[in-house]
C-alpha cells in the first residue's frame, strides 16, 4: 500500500521547516513509496505496527544514501554506504525514513547550536535553542513534520530536547537497543534513543528497535522477568494502569548535597581551595531551577499522586559528582573516537599537505567545531600517563557508586543472562522500594541565544540531572507536563534496567489524563 502525504503536508512542512531547519536533508519522494506491512517484526504487535509512517533519522545514525555528516564540516559531503540496525527494523515494521535531522557536532552540546551545518529552533519560541544534540529530530516531531524521530543520547541528548520541544523522549537501558550504525562519541554511555508525539508511539518504535544484533557485542535481550511492552495479543499489558511507588529526587536535595561537598572540601583545603571545589559552588547554582520549572516539577507530582501513584522522596549522595565524572568519561572516550577522523580514512582532505601530519593538522582544524576540539583536548589530557588515576580511574569509582545509589531504591540491575527464577525482585529477594524515579530533566525552560542564553560551563553543569541515567546505564523518559511563560515544560522518570514498559505505562496513563501540549501552529497529520 503506497504511502499517501497527507493532504496539505507539503506547504505545512515547507513553512514549518523554513522556521526551526531541523533536517540536514530531507526527501520527499520517498513519502510516495510502498511500505511493506509484511516484514514487520513479531515484537511489534500488527496492531502497533508503524507502516505508512515517516520517521527522520538524526545525522549521526547510518541510513544507506543518505548523508552522515554528524553535524560537522568534516563530513559534509559523506554518504552513508549501509543501514544501522535500529533503522533497519523501523524499515522492516514499515516506517518510511523521510530525512536527517540536524545535531550539534558528534553530539557534543546542548542546543544543536554547536552544528557545524546549520542551526535549529524551537518550534514554540524560533528565537530559542530547540535543545541539544538531538535538537532536530526534538523539533521535526513538535512540529508534526514526523511522528517520531531518532536520536542519540550521552548524557540527556534526547531528553533534553525532548523537554524543550514538549515531546516524549526515551533513553532506553545500555544495550537494549543496537548502537551498530551510531557513529561512536561516548561507547559506554550512549545509546540510540526515540523521540515522539506521544508515550504509545514511543512505545511501538521502541518495541520495534530493541533486541539482541549480532552486530553490536554490547546489545542484548531483555531478559524474560523484565515489564512486558504489550499483552500476548498485542494490546495493553497486564497492570500496566496499576498505582506504583515512584521515588521522588527534587532540585533541592541535588543542590543541597553539592552545596555541602563544596564547603566540606573547601574547608578542608582552607583559604586555598582548589579550583574543583570553587566549580563545586557553581554546579551547585545551576542545579538550582527556574521558577517556571519549578512550578512545573510540583505540577507532576501532584498530578502522578492524583493518578494514584505513591510518591517518596529520596537521596542519592554520589550524584552530586555526576557532572565531573560524566564528561571525564565522556571526553577520555571521545579523544579515542574521533581519532579516525583525519582526512585520510574519514573526512575532507585539504587541497595541499607537507606531509601527513600536516594533512591531519589541516583536515582537523578546518573540519571541527571549537567545542569538539575542546572535548578532544579534556579527553586526552585525563588520559595521560600520570593522570589516569587522578581523573580517569577516579571517574569510573564516582561511576559505580551512582549506579549502587540508584539500585538502593530501585533494587539491582536484572541481567539479561541471569535466569529468571533469581532475578533481584522475585520472591527469594530483596523487594526494590520504588518502581521509578521523578527527576527535572533541566534547570531552566528552552533558552535563548547570546546574552539570553547560557555559558557553554552553565550548559555543562546543567547536566546534573540527565547524565547520570547514562552512567548508570538505566532508562530514562521524559515528557511534558505543561506550559510556563509560552514554553514547555518536561521532567522524566528513571527505571531499572530494562523497565521501560513501567516507564511508559506511568507516561502513557498519565497522556491519557494530562496530554501532552503542542506549540501553536501545529496541525495533527497522524493518528
Known sequence: MPLKKPEGFSPYFEEWEKKI????????????????????????????????FPCAVKDNIAVAGFSLSCGSRLLEKLRSPYTATAVQKLEAAGAVVVGKTNLDEFGMGSSTDNSGLKR?????????????????????????????????????????PAAFCGVAGLKPTYGAVSRYGLVAYASSLETIGILSDTAARCRAVFAA?????????????????????????????????????????????????????????????????????RALETAAQAAELED??????????????????????????????GVPAY???????????????????????PDWAENPEDLIDKSREAGFGSEVKLRILLGTFVLRSGFQDRYYLRAQRIRSGIRRNFEM?????????????????????P???????????????????????LSPFTQKAADLYTCCANLAGLPALAFPVGV???????????????????????????EKAYPFPRPEGYKAFWS
Open 21 to 52: 531547519g531541523a533536517f540536514i536533508e530531507y526527501n520527499p519522494e520517498l513519502g510516495e513509496k510502498a511500505a511493506d506491512l509484511s516484514g514487520a517484526p513479531s515484537a511489534c504487535p500488527p496492531a502497533k505496527a508503524l507502516g505508512d
Open 120 to 160: 535549529t529552533n524551537n518550534p514554540w519560541d524560533t528565537s530559542r535553542v530547540a535543545g541539544g544534540s538531538s535538537g532536530g529530530s526534538a523539533a521535526a516531531v513538535a512540529a508534526g513534520l514526523v511522528p517520531f524521530a531518532l536520536g542519540s543520547d550521552t548524557g540527556g541528548s534526547v531528553r533534553q
Open 209 to 277: 528497535i530493541r533486541g539482541r544484533d549480532p552486530m553490536d557485542q554490547t546489545s542484548r535481550d531483555a531478559p524474560a522477568s523484565s515489564p512486558p511492552l504489550y499483552s500476548k495479543d498485542g494490546g495493553p499489558a497486564p497492570g500496566c494502569d496499576a498505582p506504583r511507588v515512584i521515588g521522588v529526587l527534587s532540585a533541592e536535595t541535588i543542590a543541597r548535597a553539592i552545596a555541602a561537598a563544596a564547603a566540606q572540601e573547601a574547608g578542608a583545603a582552607g583559604k586555598d581551595a582548589p579550583a574543583e571545589e
Open 292 to 321: 517556571e520549572v519549578r512550578r512545573g516539577f510540583s505540577l507532576a507530582r501532584e498530578r502522578l499522586a492524583a493518578l494514584g501513584h505513591t510518591l517518596v522522596d529520596v537521596e542519592l549522595p554520589s550524584l552530586k559528582y
Open 327 to 349: 564528561y571525564t568519561i565522556a571526553t577520555a572516550e571521545a579523544s579515542a573516537n574521533l581519532a579516525r577522523f583525519d582526512g585520510i580514512r574519514y573526512g575532507q582532505r
Open 409 to 429: 531504591f530501585l533494587g539491582e540491575t536484572a541481567e539479561a543472562d541471569t535466569p529468571a527464577e533469581i532475578q533481584p525482585g522475585d520472591a527469594g529477594g
Open 431 to 453: 523487594k526494590p522500594s520504588c518502581d521509578a524515579i521523578l527527576m527535572p530533566v533541566f534547570p531552566t525552560r528552552a533558552f535563548g541565544r547570546g546574552d539570553a542564553g
Open 484 to 510: 510556563e511563560g509560552g514554553l514547555p515544560v518536561g521532567v522524566q522518570l528513571l527505571g531499572r534496567a530494562f523497565a521501560e514498559g513501567t516507564l511508559l505505562d506511568i507516561v502513557e496513563t498519565y
